[in-house]
């Protein structure tokens, strides 16, 4: 490896740890090292084996080499491309981790249809069948059933696939009616853990379960005497919070309240599968439920996720910045209207079709055909708000979409903290845009991207912010170790070359 090379793996290594939230001694303990090898690798002073940048990808989630002849995945992207064509909007990622969890509470078999084959579904699959579930893919869409053991095995729980899903704390609720006490893994040091936990234990809690976080692991303990005796208020509205309480509800002989409750589409999802189940909920779409649930859930249920506005706007975008004409099918609309009055505010040109329902029977979809557009700045800066405002994970795909607008556009990310960091990734494709801080960033336009090769942050959206520009670049650019990319969207790249996109897959070893 030349200096450079091991400088630039080492501030990629410096960056997904700190997106982990790992200090150096957290990551030293994992790779069983010391602090200061950690500090000479993102340093680039310490040369790099195979193997060790394979511990370091595992530690870290993140896919900077797999030994084999697999070896990590990267995309050779010819840019100036043009679109064309029409698409349709896969299944809701998030609905659709929130229902592999959801399916715990079922003793009978779940079947949902069209589940986005994505590598966050792969871990949390493994993580099922490790604990007795038979899962099934049936057909070519997606479709999966999830049969349920007669007593789960908990002991025998995929620690290595656990910890590479955050989604696995959306366990504690289902498992809480199952189990008096039982650890699950997660990703991360001890201090992570108790900051990740918090916001759950308030809306756990109060069902009788606590959790300890320690080195690795929740310890959680359930005292089956204790039952809600007043509404329950989440102290932050986060979705896998809501998500979590729910789930604790759906199991509780009784009537729950949720306050200050997440209203988002994975939420949604969520509630109109546990009506499936039998239980009754009040209040879907606001910030107060009202959940009756049942003591055991044991049916034969068929349920199909909603479409993913992450997904919707990650195309609409990669339209914009082409400046193409394309059609994009079956659109999530009620968690897509912010995005798209900002958008014609900066001067966005496209045509809707009529509305109509998606399979789950109430979300409202709609078509949408872009139109090649000259955009300026918006008058005031961007930022995200729970729902129904605009979406935090579609947020980056506002600075790419600026860097194409003429004028200054001030982006604010105050839910992620470092987040914002990634989005100058775009200035070695010709962007123009300043860190302000660990929140913000100042873009300005419009910009004349040039080809580059990078590295794949640790961050899904900033990830595919950056394929996006690359498709409207000059040149053929290259974008290494988009194992990221996989974890939330599936056969993104085929499904660009369909439209007339040039991204071929490859692999160095």
Not at 160 to 186: D, K, N, V, W
Not at 355 to 367: F, I, K, Q, S
Not at 418 to 429: G, Q, S
Request: glycine residues 6%.
């Amino acid at each position: 490896m030349t200096d450079d090379y091991l400088t630039r793996i080492g501030n990629l290594i410096r960056d997904a740890r700190k997106h982990r939230g790992l200090t150096q001694a957290e990551l030293a303990q994992l790779l069983k090292t010391s602090q200061s090898a950690v500090n000479r690798i993102e340093q680039g002073q310490q040369n790099l084996s195979l193997e060790m940048l394979a511990r370091v990808g595992a530690a870290l989630d993140s896919e900077f080499v797999a030994l084999g002849t697999s070896g990590p995945s990267h995309l050779r992207v010819a840019g100036e491309t043009k679109l064309s064509g029409a698409i349709d909007v896969k299944s809701s990622k998030n609905a659709g981790v929130a229902l592999l969890c959801a399916a715990l509470l079922n003793e009978g078999r779940t079947t949902l249809r069209k589940v986005a084959r994505i590598e966050e579904v792969n871990r949390l699959l493994e993580v099922l069948q490790s604990i007795g579930f038979k899962t099934t893919w049936i057909g070519d869409e997606g479709d999966l059933e999830l049969v349920p053991p007669a007593t789960l095995d908990i002991s025998g729980i995929d620690a290595e696939a656990a910890r590479r899903t955050r989604s696995i704390i959306m366990f504690l609720g289902p498992l809480m009616h199952r189990e008096q006490s039982f650890e699950i893994p997660y990703a991360g040091g001890c201090d992570l853990g108790t900051r990740t936990v918090e916001p759950h234990m308030t809306a756990l809690r109060p069902f009788g379960l606590e959790v300890k976080a320690t080195e690795g692991s929740y310890h959680a303990t359930v005292d089956q005497a204790v039952a809600p005796t007043r509404p329950i208020v989440l102290t932050e509205r986060g979705d896998t919070v809501t998500e979590n309480a729910l789930l604790a509800a759906a199991r509780y002989d009784g009537t729950t309240v949720i306050r200050n409750a997440s209203p988002n589409y994975m939420v949604q999802d969520l509630c109109f599968f546990l009506e499936r189940l039998g239980v009754r909920i009040e209040g879907i779409g606001t910030t107060t439920l009202r959940v009756t649930g049942r003591s055991r859930i044991d049916v034969d249920v068929e349920y199909a996720p909603s479409e993913d506005p992450i997904e919707a706007m990650s195309l609409i975008t990669a339209a914009i910045v082409t400046e193409s004409q394309i059609t994009v099918r079956r659109v999530p609309i009620e968690f897509m209207e912010i995005e798209l009055a900002l958008l014609e505010e900066m001067g966005f040109s496209y045509d809707r079709s009529d509305e109509y329902l998606a399979e789950n029977g109430h979300t409202r979809l709609v078509d949408i055909t872009t139109h090649p557009s000259v955009l300026h700045a918006p008058i005031d800066k961007i930022h995200p708000m729970p729902f129904p405002g605009l979406n935090i994970d579609n947020l980056p795909f506002f600075a790419v979409i600026a860097a194409t607008a003429s004028g200054t556009t001030l982006l604010h990310d105050w839910v992620y903290e470092n987040r914002a960091i990634y989005l100058t990734e775009l200035n070695k494709l010709g962007a123009n845009v300043k860190l302000l801080d660990p929140h913000r960033v100042l873009i300005e336009g419009p910009t004349r991207w040039r080809a580059t090769e990078l590295v794949c942050p640790p961050a899904l959206r900033p990830a595919v912010v950056i394929l996006i520009a690359m498709l409207a670049a000059k040149g053929t650019s290259v974008l290494r170790s988009v194992y990221v990319i996989n974890r939330g969207y599936e056969d993104l790249a085929t499904r660009l070359n369909a439209l007339g996109a040039e991204i071929e897959t490859f692999r160095d070893i």
